[in-house]
């Protein structure tokens, strides 16, 4: 950009995560910034509400400790005070009574995705069972092979392959289903454990790997979050923003985007009943997958076949709770459950007061907050709770509660609760989903001033959403002559 020109205006379609970091990097380089989000507010997954005097994560409630991607945003934000890891007890894992060992049992936490570091090891035998752990021992001797390299191979494959069913179906299957509502047999092994393969092709063997990239968390913990909520980050983000002078709009939808004639771009919105049309030099599309591939097929008709598949679902119904038999964490932080336990149709439990010490802190002694998740790919919908009506779910998530935890919780018990709805927010990195990508990459990337980002591309969680949003802002950025900053980007 020439020195005195006009600042470039962006308009960033989609105020969650993704577009609000890559409307802030754009902001700091120089643009004239506005988003325009569809709800009625901003954050996307990344959100919060009040419920029982409590201000509680409604979507995302921590990060992953694998890049220091979100503590480097937090200390631009002023949060890094606040980052925390979870209490030291780790999750559980509920099996199903049908073969033993069932019940409940602590997970292993050497390893990640549920994938242990030494399958041999005695608590992880006393979860898989002597053969299945003489099974998954084989790992240490099998050589890497084609599996470490070969494209399209499934997290479910991976490790049937190396570790056996006994760790699949026990260990990874319901990590990976709290995680990501999906069977490990659908998921792009590359994208949801970025570097487990380069890893298990240079160290040998799958425990080895999955062994290195939890070391590599700093301080062996694989997530970490904030104090007060990761609704924080969405909060800061949102502020800095608007004391940057960034054009912030809710309730305002996208409905088409135009080339103008003269260049850049016309986008179409409509908020309430008013119909409008702004002008930008650039756009940054970060709606979520249908969205933005609506948004994209009407300036680039071949990326309708792209639209994302359906995924399920999701309900959070969270318990606030007066029960002090649940101060002694009988489930440390929470359970993750597998497929086929009688009775219960929860995927997992989060004990938030046992996991976060700031929260546990704020309770009091006696009070518990729980999150109970409902809806995975693959179950029935009829029996994955995420379609019942709050009040029955409500009545399920404590029936659910109390056989996970194994302490006996009654309505009476329960001092507020809510139930939030995710509909599609949990986009499956299937395989196959980096092509995928790089297809519609390959598609977009002819057409000027346009970058699209956002979890359904770049995989879910908040370091990899964070990472693309700012790559896709720096690039476009650089297309629209926006000069760096004296330390390089950002300004
Ligand atoms: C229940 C749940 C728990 C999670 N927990 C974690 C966790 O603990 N840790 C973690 O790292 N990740 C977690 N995630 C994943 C993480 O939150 C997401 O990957 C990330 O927030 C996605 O951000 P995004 O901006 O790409 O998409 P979104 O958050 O979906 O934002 C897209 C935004 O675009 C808007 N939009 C769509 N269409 C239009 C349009 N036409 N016009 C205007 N606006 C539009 C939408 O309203 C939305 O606000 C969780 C997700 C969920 C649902």
Redesign the pocket.
């Known amino acids: 950009m020439a020195e005195g020109s006009a600042r470039p205006a962006v308009v960033v379609?989609?105020?969650?995560?993704?577009?609000?970091?890559a409307a802030r990097v754009l902001m700091q380089r120089g643009a004239q910034v506005t988003v325009?989000?569809?709800?009625d507010?901003?954050?996307?997954?990344?959100?919060g509400r009040e419920l029982g005097g409590f201000v509680l994560?409604?979507?995302?409630?921590?990060?992953?400790t694998r890049s220091d991607t979100?503590p480097a945003l937090a200390a631009e934000l002023g949060l890094e005070d606040l980052i925390v890891t979870p209490d030291a007890p780790g999750a559980w894992v509920q099996l199903p009574a049908r073969d033993l060992p069932a019940g409940a049992h602590p997970l292993p936490a050497s390893g990640v995705l549920g994938i242990p570091a030494d399958p041999t090891d005695p608590g992880t035998a006393a979860l898989i069972g002597r053969t299945g752990a003489l099974r998954a021992a084989l790992d240490k001797v099998l050589p890497p092979g084609a599996l470490a390299t070969r494209p399209g191979v499934s997290l479910g494959e991976l490790v049937r392959a190396r570790m056996g069913e006994e760790v699949l179906n026990r260990l990874v299957a319901p990590v990976a289903g709290g995680?990501f509502s999906a069977d490990p047999d659908t998921l792009d092994v590359d994208s949801v454990a970025p570097g487990l393969r380069p890893a298990m092709a240079r160290l040998g063997s799958l425990g080895a790997a999955a062994g290195a990239l939890r070391q590599a968390a700093p301080a062996g913990s694989a997530?970490a979050?904030l104090r007060g909520g990761?609704v924080r980050l969405r909060d800061a983000l949102v502020a800095s923003l608007r004391e940057g002078g960034a054009d912030l709009r809710t309730s305002?939808?996208?409905?088409a985007l135009r080339r103008a004639p003269g260049g850049g771009w016309t986008v179409s919105?409509e908020h309430s009943t008013l119909q409008r049309s702004v002008s930008a030099s650039a756009v940054v599309l970060?709606?979520?997958g249908?969205?933005?591939v609506?948004?994209l097929a009407g300036v680039l008709p071949q990326a309708a076949v792209e639209r994302p598949d359906p995924v399920p679902g999701?309900a959070?119904v969270t318990l606030i709770v007066d029960q002090p038999e649940l101060d002694a964490s009988p489930r440390g932080t929470g359970v993750l459950v597998a497929r086929g336990v009688a009775g219960v149709q929860a995927k997992a439990l989060t004990h938030s007061t046992a996991k976060w010490k700031w929260l546990r802190e704020q309770a009091g002694p006696g009070s518990h907050i729980l999150r109970v998740?409902y809806g995975r790919a693959g179950d029935n919908p009829a029996d994955s709770g995420a379609s019942t009506g709050d009040e029955d779910l409500f009545r399920q998530a404590l029936a659910d509660a109390s056989a996970l935890l194994g302490v006996r919780l009654e309505a009476a018990d329960v001092l507020a609760w809510d139930v939030?709805r995710?509909a599609g927010?949990?986009?499956h990195a299937a395989v196959g989903h980096r092509d995928r990508v790089a297809r519609l990459r390959a598609a977009v990337g002819p057409l000027e001033a346009l970058e699209v980002?956002?979890?359904?591309?770049?995989?879910?969680?908040?370091?990899?959403?964070i990472d693309d949003?700012t790559a896709r802002a720096r690039a476009l950025a650089a297309e629209l002559g926006l000069p760096e900053g004296p330390q390089g980007d950002p300004l």
Do not use: H, I, K, Y
């Not at 507010?41 to 959100?47: C, E, I, Q, R, V």
């Open positions: 379609v989609g105020g969650g995560v993704a577009g609000l970091v325009l989000e569809r709800s507010g901003f954050g996307g997954n990344l959100g994560d409604s979507g995302a409630e921590s990060f992953s979100v995680v997530v979050g990761m305002e939808t996208v409905r919105t970060a709606a979520d249908p969205g933005a609506d948004l999701v959070l998740s939030v995710w927010a949990l986009p980002t956002g979890g359904w591309l770049a995989g879910t969680g908040l370091v990899s959403v949003a």
